[in-house]
Structure formats: structure tokens, C-alpha cells
């Protein structure tokens, strides 16, 4: 029953029952023996006295039904608000701009903090790159561009042979605390060692279109584990010219098993890339960024 409407029949009747509350004794007011009533009739019996025992009983279950309602509208709110919450993202595992740690004290990528970087320490760096035909492997998790043979990278007297390049969306690296939409890394491997990297990270922003993506953008697979290889030949070094300025600093592979064997060289030189370019890499291997790594006692330099 409704608990308003059990409660407003009980108080409609309490004064033909003799009542003088919900908790009071009532007195019979009803017809007497020898009346228009049975003479059997008591008043215990009497519809008054059934009536009143009746709407007693009702009120306490009504009450109880009352609790029980609020009870269930608060629990369905609480965990509506809880999923409403989770929904929205209002308790992230790691807030934007405080590092993962646990991982190794050697992790990327990492933000860096341009107020922070050394320019105490100069490196020898020599560029040996040629052009390349075009081979394109849509991963699924990113797209890459395989290198041809030949070209490589000296730095600090070690040669590494450039493999390839792949892109994430958004960058990987943080300047400042900001993440740009686009990060290029250029993977190479040590001459005498293939399990050392060496690794340029390329940042972009959202501006006109960039003629050395634009070379090859079209011809992007669609599909993971599709590959393309064209005749067209493309020049990494329209991207990493040589005095090119960088930060430079010891971390890992940003990709499983996270590797803590990278020299790492982050260009300074902002590039641009369209809107549209941009949307190609992201439609195609999503949100691939690995959050920020603590730095520990490690050291960036820019040179």
C-alpha cells in the first residue's frame, strides 16, 4: 500500500474510532447491543475496532516499506554517481603529469623540462644518411617505414645502423608539460651490437601540411599486417638535417620489454603536420603514447 495514502486513511478515521493518536487507545463508538447492529456482535468485533487494528498494522509496514524505498533509491544513487564517476574519467590510475614509476630507473618517455636540461656537455654526432624506397607495414599498434641498408648515425664515436622509423599518436615526449599530437621515432641499433639503440624522437603540431609525410600518407595499408613497397624514394634527412639542436638523455624502448639500452636524441625543432596527416597515423593504430617515466637521478642535456 502507499504510504501516504495509509497514512491519511488511518488519520480520516482516528475520530470515529475514539483515538488520540497512532500509539492511543481507542473507544468504541460504534451502534450498541440492541441497536441496528446483530446482538451477537461485540466490540471487538465491530467493523470500527477490525478497521482500526487493520490500518494499525498497515502503518508500521508502510513505514517499513518507506525505509526500505529510500534505502534502495540511495544505494541505485550511490552507485549511479559511482559509475557516473568511472564514466568520466574522475579517478584516473596516474594523473597527466605525475610519472609512472616502478618500472626501472632508466624508463621513457619522459617530460622534459626545458628549465632543468644542461648545456654543459657536447656530443660528436655525424650523420650518414641516404634516400630510400618506401616500405610500408601497417602493425596495428603503429605504422612503420622500414629503411633501406646503408644509412646510419655516429654518435660520440659508435655507429648505428638506421632501421626504421614509426610514428605515435599523441607524442611520447612532454616539453614543458606539453604533449604535442604527433611523435616520429627514428630506431637505430648499434654496429657491433643490435640490442643498443639509438633513437630520434621527432615532435609535431597541428599545422600545414609536411611534404616528407605527404610523400608516402597515401600509400599507408589499411589493414594490420598489410605491407606496401614503392619504387619512391624518400630522404630522412628532410626531417634530421644535420646541426640539427636536441635533448639528450639515457631511457628505455617505449614499447614491451622496455629496454633500458636507448640513447635517446629529442630534435628541439617542433615540425608541422596537417590535421589531416595527423588523423591518418591516430585512425589507423589509435592512442599509442606510453605515459611518462620518472627521470630518478638521470641528466638531460641539450646540445
Known sequence: MNTQRAFIMLVSVLPLLGC???????????????????????PADSPQRVAAASLAA?????????????????????????????????????????????????????????????????????????????????????????????????????TYDFKQFHF?????????????????????????????????????????TNAFIDEFASK????EGEKVQDAHKINISEVFPANSRYYHYQGSLTTPPYTESVTWVVLEQIHEASPEQIETFNALEGNNARHIQALYARHVDAD
Open 220 to 223: 599507408i595499408p589499411q589493414h
Open 168 to 208: 605515435h599518436t599523441p607524442a611520447e615526449h612532454l616539453i614543458d608539460g606539453v604533449t604535442y599530437p604527433l611523435e616520429m621515432h627514428m630506431v637505430h641499433t648499434l654496429e657491433s651490437d643490435p640490442n643498443t639503440y639509438l633513437v630520434v624522437g621527432v615532435l609535431f603540431k597541428e599545422g600545414k
Open 58 to 158: 498497515a502503518a508500521p509496514a508502510a513505514s517499513q516499506d518507506a525505509a526500505a524505498s529510500q534505502d534502495a533509491a540511495a544505494s541505485q544513487g550511490a552507485a549511479a554517481s559511482q559509475d557516473a564517476a568511472a564514466s568520466h574519467g574522475a579517478a584516473p590510475s596516474t594523473p597527466y603529469l605525475i610519472p609512472e614509476t616502478g618500472h626501472g630507473l632508466l624508463q621513457s618517455p619522459i617530460n622534459i623540462v626545458t628549465a632543468a636540461v644542461g648545456t654543459d656537455e657536447h656530443h660528436h654526432v655525424k650523420l650518414h644518411y641516404r634516400k630510400s624506397k618506401e616500405k610500408i607495414v601497417n602493425l596495428g599498434h603503429t605504422v612503420q617505414v622500414n629503411y633501406d641498408d646503408g644509412s646510419s648515425i655516429e654518435f660520440d664515436g659508435k
Open 20 to 42: 488520540n493518536g497512532l500509539e492511543g487507545m481507542c473507544e468504541y463508538v460504534g451502534p450498541t447491543v440492541g441497536s441496528d447492529a446483530s446482538p451477537d456482535a461485540s
